[in-house]
């Protein structure tokens, strides 16, 4: 069991009061997260690969850190006399009992109200609709003429002709020669923008090499933002690095990472062309050859339609016919013949039939009195004379009595 | 097509246009034969005009002249 001390043990080890502070700072929330504006001073790159520095202003000084991970991806390489504004927590080094910035990002002093304006612009030309993606137009597949915005005596400009040169030396640079930076920049850009839409620009290239955020500014200018997007030709941005965006990247048609990067975009590669051209060489053969086939196959079709109705098969079908037609009229005509004669015969028998004298064949006589024929025995009287004719042979007869009717034998007799 | 513009006067962008008008012409097979056989030759040389173009292109450059922007006639680049 401890003794109950005399006094209330509130003294804390000096390690537990730094702890407590360091909690403290590292829990508030302005001083989590912090932009500290001050010059650079007594900086110190010990191998360790961190950065040691003090920030100070007229009035105060701060003890900054940087640690190796950070300041390899620092963008800004701090000097000092340098006047910045760096970003990063404030915590406590315990072994010196001393608080520190510990800095993650830094940026030259100024460039936060760059970045302000840069955001509020941004905003303004997005509600306009200047970087719908409706807008974006695609680029020539083959480029004849392609624009180039930049500044003559830049890397940039070198890097892009090497890499046409390379890709896609078919096509026709127009150079149009502009400040990238500085105040004269915006309105020279703009001004080789409508050169190269003037001349007919299938494409443009508008590009610099990297820099600082005010180095590349000038692509952050309203008037050159809207130039971008008023190009006829699409426009393709190569500005500063992977990762710098400017306002033109937003309203170009399409954004490259690099100037080299917009030269690669905008161009087929030599390569791919004469693949392209092999595929459609071959594709011509295809289509001769698949033509001749096609006519081939028509002219084989045809040849046996032609065979079809080839008039050898009428010939011989006509012969055919001929045949038949010749066989049913001979048919026919002996028919005819024979018919007639039937017909003939039976005429010659009915003529004979009808032949008076043959009638006399039977047994009958004509009498006639005067050369008339006597039909009635009215037409006579007792005494007349008579001839009588017989079927051989004929004689004069004279009536000695008439018989009276009755006693002739009954036989209808036509009164004509 | 509009008719024979002599292939050597053609660039590559013409010469493979009318490379591709004339495949497709062909694979309809709608033309006589002798003028598809003309067609396939000229799609030949086209092609041949393409190839010579890709294996000889140098990359020309002009500069243009910013001082003249109403004037772009005079920048016009020629062949």
């Not at chain 1, 006094?7 to 000096?14: D, E, G, I, M």
């Not at chain 1, 010990?46 to 701060?62: E, M, R």
């Not at chain 1, 005596?153 to 020669?177: C, F, H, I, K, W």
């Not at chain 1, 060489?281 to 086939?293: H, I, M, T, V, Y």
Request: aromatic share 4%; proline share 5%; with cysteine.
């Amino acid at each position: 069991m401890e003794q109950i001390p005399l006094f209330s043990p509130l003294a804390l080890t000096v390690g537990d009061l730094t702890r407590y502070l360091r909690q403290l700072l590292e829990s508030d929330d302005v001083l989590r997260d912090v932009w500290v504006q001050g010059e650079v001073s007594n900086i110190a790159r010990p191998s360790s690969g961190h950065i040691y520095f003090t920030l100070k202003d007229a009035n105060a000084a701060l003890k900054c850190v940087i640690w190796k991970t950070n300041a390899l991806r620092l963008r800004l390489p701090l000097q000092n006399g340098m006047a910045v504004e760096a970003h990063g927590y404030i915590s406590l080094y315990e072994r010196d009992g001393a608080y520190q910035l510990y800095v993650d990002a830094a940026r030259l002093a100024g460039e936060g109200l760059l970045y302000q304006e840069f955001m509020r612009l941004k905003a303004r030309l997005e509600a306009e609709g200047l970087f719908d993606p409706e807008r974006k137009r695609a680029l020539p597949a083959r480029p004849r003429r392609i624009g180039i915005a930049t500044s003559p005596t830049g890397a940039a400009l070198q890097d892009m002709l090497n890499t046409l040169r390379r890709r896609y030396p078919l096509a026709e640079v127009l150079l149009a020669s502009c400040a990238v930076q500085g105040e004269e920049a915006p309105p020279q850009i703009v001004a080789a923008l409508g050169a190269l839409n003037r001349l007919g620009a299938d494409v443009i290239l508008l590009a610099r090499g990297g820099g600082s955020l005010e180095d590349l500014w000038a692509f952050n200018d309203e008037r050159v933002v809207r130039a971008v997007a008023a190009s006829q030709a699409p426009v393709v941005t190569g500005v500063g690095h992977e990762t710098d965006f400017t306002l033109s990247d937003f309203a170009a048609d399409l954004r490259a990472p690099t100037p080299t990067g917009a030269a690669v975009l905008a161009t087929p590669d030599r390569a791919d062309l004469r693949a392209e051209l092999e595929r459609t060489l071959g594709l011509l053969d295809a289509a001769l050859l698949d033509g001749l086939d096609l006519r081939r196959r028509a002219l084989h079709e045809a040849a046996g339609q032609l065979e079809h109705n080839s008039p050898r098969w009428r010939i011989s079908n006509d012969r055919q016919r001929l045949d038949a037609l010749t066989e049913r009229l001979q048919r026919n005509a002996l028919h005819n013949l024979a018919l007639r004669r039937v017909m003939t015969d039976s005429a010659r028998s009915r003529l004979l039939a009808l032949n008076p004298l043959s009638v006399l064949g039977r047994g009958f006589a004509v009498v006639t009195h005067h050369g008339a024929v006597v039909r009635s025995s009215a037409q006579l009287a007792p005494g007349d004379a008579v001839q009588v004719r017989l079927a051989r042979g004929a004689f004069d007869a004279r009536v000695e009595a008439m018989i009276p009717d009755e006693d002739i034998p009954t036989r209808e007799v036509e009164d004509d | 097509m509009t008719e024979a513009k002599p292939v050597e006067d053609m660039n590559y962008e013409e010469a493979f246009a009318e490379l591709e008008a004339i495949v497709a012409a062909l694979e309809n097979s709608q033309q006589a034969l002798e003028e598809s056989l003309a067609l396939f030759e000229r799609g030949q040389l086209l092609a041949r005009r393409c190839a010579g173009l890709l294996d000889s292109a140098e990359l020309r450059v002009q500069q243009v002249n910013m001082r003249l922007p109403g004037l772009p006639e005079e920048d016009a680049p020629e062949g």
